[in-house]
């Protein structure tokens, strides 16, 4: 079997197709396998990481106001989206792929359309509860439409054919247990642990907020803390110590740029407080921890408030919108829900409730149905 992936410009778009492949090769070790990507996008660097090979076109999203120097932007959106397209057509040729899947950002358009229009069978995969631009103007060209959330299905055109499959989620995420994560990050059953960052790079009204529940809880020792303050955030542990806190000397408090160790800190905590991201709430779903959400706005659509919402209206999450938050709201939210027992265990079962964990299996299944259908093709 040969496949051809395209997706990138963010690690939403881009872990999805690597998951994808992943679980292919597992199950089919002679599958051939190549990606497109953005010429500059991060997935040039990930998808090597992850010893598959890419090619590249060039591309990029239309501005909305129109600026004389946005008004120059679009008119170059222009001219690469006909220039990707024909650059793709040809990538899919050489190849001669079995199936294309493509799993959003602005590569994933030119790249699928062309697949569609040369007579390939086509897949598409929307992380979100509010379905991206690209893969909305896809929908009705592809063979399918994989869901990691059914939300979105209303928000697609009816003449699309779905299929509910969840997002992909880490093998470690799965496996890893609630007390030997615990015992491995030298925490015992005295205190709740809470969990919480904003993302990679960090986003500094978490960050801020989180310094005022930091301090204080540096000083009543009330909650075990694994804080991760991100790429921006650096300024953090200088906060902090402003505040009187000395993090190195509290042993209740675990506060560093990154978490490289996520699979420990999520089989072990009682409560994240995160960003609203696809891939987030498939995890925080699987491992069947209640959450706080602070969903970005300044993402595409607003999907991350739809995310959280999804959650929300199931009553497995609290929603702070990022123009409420606060020190003091954030600090009253995290104490109302880990002092009441009753509506932390509610909430644990409402998001295990909605958690796909076989969400690797259903895709394959997907492609290997498509693959078996007569119709369209070459």
């Known amino acids: 079997m040969k496949v051809l992936l395209a997706g990138g410009g963010t690690a939403g778009h881009i872990n999805p197709a690597l998951a994808i492949a992943g679980y292919i090769k597992g199950k089919e070790p002679d599958t051939e396998f190549l990606f497109i990507g953005n010429r500059d996008g991060m997935e040039q660097r990930l998808v090597k990481q992850a010893g598959f090979p890419i090619e590249s076109v060039v591309i990029t999203g239309f501005k909305r106001s129109l600026s004389p120097k946005n008004t120059v932007h679009n008119f170059k959106t222009v001219y690469y989206s006909f220039e990707s397209r024909s650059k793709a057509k040809r990538i899919i040729k050489e190849f001669d792929p079995d199936i294309c899947i493509g799993t959003g950002g602005y590569v994933s358009g030119p790249v699928i359309l062309a697949a569609c229009n040369l007579g390939y069978k086509a897949i598409i995969h929307e992380q979100n509860a509010y379905p991206g631009v690209t893969n909305k103007m896809l929908a009705k060209s592809v063979d399918r439409v994989m869901l990691a959330n059914e939300d979105a299905k209303s928000r697609f055109t009816d003449k699309a054919k779905f299929v509910l499959t969840g997002n992909p989620i880490r093998p470690s995420i799965l496996s890893t247990k609630h007390d030997e994560a615990k015992k491995r990050l030298g925490l015992d059953d005295s205190k709740p642990v809470i969990l919480s960052f904003g993302g990679s790079l960090g986003a500094e009204c978490i ?172």
Not at 220 to 240: C, R, V
Not at 244 to 269: H, P, S
Not at 277 to 300: D, H, M, W, Y
Request: proline letters at 2%; one cysteine or more; a neutral charge.
């Open 207 to 378: 960050n801020r907020s989180m310094a005022e529940l930091i301090a204080r809880s540096a000083k009543d020792k009330k909650y075990y803390h694994i804080h991760a303050y991100g790429q921006q955030g650096t300024w953090m542990p200088e906060l902090l110590q402003k505040k009187g806190v000395d993090t190195k000397n509290c042993d209740n408090l675990d506060v560093r740029q990154y978490i490289d160790n996520m699979n420990d800190c999520l089989a072990a905590c009682d409560l994240v407080v995160s960003r609203a991201g696809a891939i987030t709430l498939s995890e925080i779903q699987a491992k069947g921890r209640p959450a706080v959400l602070i969903p970005s706005p300044f993402v595409a659509e607003n999907h991350q408030y739809h995310n959280a919402m999804s959650m929300v209206n199931k009553k497995a999450a609290k929603l702070i919108e990022q123009a409420d938050l606060s020190g003091e709201l954030l600090i009253e939210t995290v104490d109302s829900m880990l002092t009441d027992q009753s509506v932390l265990a509610e909430y644990r079962r409402n998001a295990q409730k909605m958690a796909i964990t076989d969400a690797n299996e259903r895709i394959y299944q997907t492609v290997k149905e498509v693959l078996s259908e007569n119709g369209k093709n070459r």
